[in-house]
Nanobody
Framework: QVQLVESGGGLVQPGGSLRLSCAAS????????MGWYRQAPGKQRELVAT????????TYAESVKGRFTVSMAVSKNTIYLQMNSLKPEDTALYLC?????????WGQGTQVTVSS
C-alpha cells in the first residue's frame, strides 16, 4: 500500500522551530518531485516547498524563503522540512506530496500551530 506518513508537527511559540518528516512506503526515486503543502482553516491549500528526487533542486513559496529548508534522504525514502522563525501565520495542516508521471500521492498531514 502506497503511504506517505508525516510527523513532527506540534505547538510552538512565535520565533520557534520545528522539523517535519515525511516517510514514504515506496522508493521515492520512482517519482520526480516531492513537496510540502499546507492548508489553514478556510483557506486554499498552498505550496510551501518542493524538492526534485533527482538532483535535489528546491523551490519555496515567497512567504517561507529564508526561514524554511526542504531536504531529502533518498536512502530512507524520507523528506524533511526544517522550519525556523515560525510565525502565527504559518499555522496550518502540513501535507506531504509525491509526484510521478503516473500518480500523485498525499499524506494525511501533521498539524503545526504557532501561538504564544
Amino acid at each position: 500500500q502506497v503511504q506517505l506518513v508525516e510527523s513532527g508537527g506540534g505547538l510552538v511559540q512565535p520565533g520557534g522551530s520545528l522539523r517535519l518528516s515525511c516517510a514514504a512506503s515506496f522508493n521515492i526515486n520512482s517519482g520526480y518531485r516531492m513537496g510540502w503543502y499546507r492548508q489553514a482553516p478556510g483557506k486554499q491549500r498552498e505550496l510551501v516547498a518542493t524538492v526534485t528526487t533527482s538532483g535535489g533542486s528546491t523551490t519555496y513559496a515567497e512567504s517561507v524563503k529564508g526561514r524554511f529548508t526542504v531536504s531529502m534522504a533518498v536512502s530512507k525514502n524520507t523528506i524533511y522540512l526544517q522550519m525556523n522563525s515560525l510565525k502565527p501565520e504559518d499555522t496550518a495542516l502540513y501535507l506531504c506530496n509525491f509526484q510521478s508521471n503516473y500518480r500523485t500521492d498525499w499524506g494525511q498531514g501533521t498539524q503545526v500551530t504557532v501561538s504564544s
